[in-house]
């Protein structure tokens, strides 16, 4: 069976077309700029040539017909017809206390992910507009819903509870949600595959490091923490989000600044982290990995605040498991930055942590990065965040 695996933003769109059984990607694309003038469509057939197009797009329902077009064209197509795909997932970003696993979709469930809408009004809306344009299209396919908050739902009371009044969290469900949870489901499953254990049987601490970051502590198979919490802007220091700080601050700066809350939360979400510790000089880690080297300051200065709070959070996380049998490294920096890599674990040797520089100098693969005699095994896992939405949804469909 084909598995459509759609990714809907305010404004863009990506989509994935993979065989759920024998797991091999079929096409991918990306829809840009939908509802703006100058959209357009990027569509790669597996061993095809990637093509470019501009097309007019003023809804997400246009964007959707044009990757099913795309998908069943006589000449770049790699299905006859849309009878060829038999379900479609898609990424929900929040799903509240009301999802712990993914689901198919009715109208009772796009209503239990419409009132999770105030919890994250950037994403869950856009996500709706993308499963509701596909349920017009092709009214009968199975639809299914894979949340990025599910697999964070073990997490107990002690970990997802604020230090505030206990009813915010039952008047409006302030508390800790975590996200990337697809991520940290399909690493931490891969790594007890890659180690040969039991699920059950780990205490892992799984790294996924990307523009947006987050760590989980998942043991017994169960995810006990993360630092992502009621919105994806606690936690690490990411690459143009602040993660963690005293709430006093916001307060503070917009009586300094005379700036609204709404602007200085502006401010944290996208000019913080790596890119407002460097003075704007870069969030992305190439960048701040030339100026490291180059001896800048401003690129210094991120990257030690980012190796730092990494290197804090794994310390906390070992602490609430009691220990740690393996730590995994993924997403854009995870995969491919040795160097943090290196960093990071040059501060763990607490845990008998060695790096073999070799297995370390490798990017984009799965690899063992930690020495033989590591009591504490490192593992660099790349994350297929669309292949387990695809796995999940041929789970609920077959
Ligand atoms: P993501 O959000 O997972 O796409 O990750 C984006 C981050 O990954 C950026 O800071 C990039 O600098 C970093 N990244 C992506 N590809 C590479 C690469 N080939 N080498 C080093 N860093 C990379």
Do not use: W
């Not at 849309?82 to 206390?97: K, S, T």
């Not at 396919?141 to 230090?163: I, K, N, S």
Request: charged fraction near 25%.
């Amino acid at each position: 069976m084909n598995i459509l695996v759609i990714n809907c933003g305010s404004s863009s769109l990506k989509f994935q077309l993979i065989n759920a059984q024998s797991e091999e990607l079929i096409a991918k694309g990306l829809c840009e700029r939908i509802g703006i003038p100058g959209s357009q469509m990027t569509y790669a057939p597996k061993g095809g040539e990637k093509i470019e197009k501009a097309e007019d797009m003023p809804d997400h329902t246009a964007a959707i017909r044009l990757v099913l077009n795309a998908l069943s064209d006589e000449k770049h197509g790699v299905v006859k017809s849309l009878d060829e795909i038999g379900a479609v997932g898609h990424r929900i970003v929040h799903g509240g206390e009301s999802f712990a696993a993914s689901t198919v979709i009715n109208d009772e469930v796009m209503k239990a992910i419409e009132d999770c809408n105030d919890l994250a009004p950037l994403h869950n809306p856009a996500n709706l507009i993308g499963i509701n344009a596909c349920r017009k299209l092709m009214p009968d396919t199975p639809m299914v819903g894979v949340f990025d908050t599910a697999f964070h739902q073990t997490m107990p009371e002690r970990a997802y509870l604020y230090g505030i009044p206990y009813r915010y969290y039952e008047d409006y469900k302030v508390r800790r949600y975590g996200f990337h949870g697809t991520s940290h489901s399909y690493v931490s499953h891969r790594a007890a595959e890659l180690l040969g254990r039991e699920y059950e049987d780990l205490k892992m601490i799984v790294c996924h490091l990307g523009n947006g970051a987050s760590i989980s502590a998942v043991q017994n198979g169960k995810c006990v923490d993360t630092s992502m919490g009621l919105t994806p802007l606690e936690g690490l220091i990411m690459g143009t989000r602040s993660g963690d700080l005293d709430p006093a601050i916001i307060e503070f700066l917009c009586g300094k600044e005379e700036k609204t809350v709404h602007e200085i939360l502006n401010v944290l979400n996208k000019e913080s982290g790596v890119l407002g510790l460097s003075e704007g000089y870069s969030s992305d880690f190439r960048d701040l990995e030339k100026g490291y080297n180059g001896g800048e300051a401003p690129s210094i200065r991120a990257m030690n605040g980012f190796i730092y709070r990494v290197v804090k959070y794994i310390g906390a996380y070992t602490a609430v498991m009691n220990g740690v049998d393996v730590i995994c490294f993924t997403a854009g920096i995870g995969e491919n930055n040795s160097f943090i890599r290196k960093e990071v674990c040059a501060h763990l040797a607490y845990l008998g942590i060695g790096i073999d520089e070799e297995e370390n100098a490798k990017r984009g693969e799965e690899v063992l990065i930690s020495t033989k005699e590591s009591r504490t095994k490192v593992l660099v896992i790349p994350t297929n965040e669309e292949l387990a939405i695809a796995r999940e949804t041929f789970a609920l469909v077959k």
